[in-house]
């Protein structure tokens, strides 16, 4: 049985605990959008050839997202910081909705779609507006194309967030690894780094991944389904209220 009581914990959450929000997994037909593959369009080469196409997905996402709401996973996720004395939320995901759940100390490994960043100066800003006008947007104070706060694929993560994900990877005794394919790294090197520390892992997936195989435990449901479930079965009985 894995007792969370025993130290922190960690979660490392992928596009599948969103899933259930209607937020489509790239993995799929789903991920599709008008016949692109997420790997054709989230790259810095794609951004350069044609800035207008890849915004236009990142505004369709953005639409698709502001019409999704968290669900009972993200709620949980956000219970679970209050509750444990030691938590830490890990996600791949870059819409927000563990933040919109209650979650207040999110490290975003691939950033945020809310985000906006200029590809020049150090302009950063964080707006909710869909649809975006005048695509691609430039910056208001140097002029230059502005991009999505992401991680495009072959893009270093950001360094002081990754670091801190690796610690509590590294340091954590419970780890649970919610809706990520676990192919997709570093991030996916982060359940490798708890397992040789020694933490006991918990994989919440309806199918299979690479992880499967050296997980503790295993539940093959949807992750809105079965967290609240498995919070409730694993709770230390004492909630703890944090500071
Ligand atoms: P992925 O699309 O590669 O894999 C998703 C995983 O979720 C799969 O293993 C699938 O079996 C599982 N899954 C599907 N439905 C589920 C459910 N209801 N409950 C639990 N698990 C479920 O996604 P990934 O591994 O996160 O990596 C792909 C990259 O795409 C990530 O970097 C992520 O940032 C990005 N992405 C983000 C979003 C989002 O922010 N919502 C959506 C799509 C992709
Ligand atoms: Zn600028």
Redesign the pocket.
């Known amino acids: 049985m894995i007792d969370i009581a025993q130290g922190p914990v960690t979660a490392v959450t992928?596009?599948?605990?969103?899933?259930?929000s209607g937020?489509?997994?790239?993995?799929g037909e789903e991920?599709l959008w008008r016949d692109y593959r997420?790997e054709e369009l989230a790259t810095l080469g794609a951004f350069q050839r044609n800035p207008r196409l890849v915004w236009e997905w990142y505004n369709w996402r953005r639409e698709l997202?502001s019409e999704c709401r968290p669900n009972a996973?993200h709620e949980t996720l956000a219970r679970m910081e209050k509750t444990l004395r030691d938590f830490t939320l890990i996600t791949?995901?870059?819409?927000g909705?563990h933040q919109a759940a209650g979650s207040e100390n999110v490290l975003e490994v691939?950033g945020n779609?809310w985000r906006t960043r200029c590809t020049a100066c150090d302009y950063l800003t964080e707006d909710h507006r869909v649809p975006l006008a005048d695509l691609p947007p430039h910056c208001p104070e140097c002029g230059a194309l502005l991009r999505p706060d992401v991680?495009w694929f072959g893009e270093p993560l950001p360094r002081d967030v990754l670091d801190t994900a690796w610690a509590a990877a590294a340091g954590c005794r419970v780890m649970l690894v919610?809706?990520?394919?676990?192919?997709?790294h570093p991030?996916?090197s982060l359940p490798t780094v708890a397992l040789k520390n020694d933490a006991q892992l918990v994989e919440?997936?309806?199918?299979e991944?690479p992880l499967s195989a050296h997980a503790h435990e295993v539940i093959r449901?949807?992750?809105?389904?079965?967290l609240p479930g498995w919070w409730e079965a694993h709770r230390p009985g004492q909630a703890r209220a944090t500071a």
């Open positions: 992928g596009a599948g605990v969103s899933a259930e937020v489509p997994i790239f993995r991920g997420p997202v996973a791949q995901n870059v819409d909705f691939h779609i991680v919610i809706g990520t394919s676990a192919v997709v991030a996916a919440i997936n309806p199918a991944t449901d949807p992750a809105a389904e079965a």
